[in-house]
Structure formats: structure tokens, C-alpha cells
């Protein structure tokens, strides 16, 4: 039940990240984590990365994203 919870406030958690207007820590909070130290730490179980590397993963792949639509 945790797992399930967890992953869902992940994938939450990834579309928030996109918003770089949003801190990691608001975006921990916003998605129902009571610490940024365990938002961080399931993050870098189910992903592979800490909060601001997959910010950083996402960014580039939605620039990449955006170029190739406006055929760039």
C-alpha cells in the first residue's frame, strides 16, 4: 500500500517538477510528503535520481520535445 502511494505521489511530483517556479521542498509538501529528506530519498528509489536531477531529466526532455515540434 506504502509502494502504491508513494509511486503515485512520485508521478504527481513529476509534473509539478516542470514548474521551476516550484521548490523541491513545496513540491514534497504539495504532493504529501511530511519531510523533503524521504521525498528525496523515494524519489532516488523509484527513479534513480534526486528530485533536481529528474527536474533537470524532465526539463531537457521536454525542450527536446519543443524543438522537434517547432522543427527545430
Known sequence: MIDYLNRFRI???????LDESLTVAIISEM????????FSNVTKKMTGKSPRELRAHLLSLKNSTYEIQEGK
Open 11 to 17: 508521478n504527481k511530483a513529476q509534473t509539478l517538477l
Open 31 to 38: 504532493v504529501g510528503f511530511q519531510s523533503v529528506n524521504y
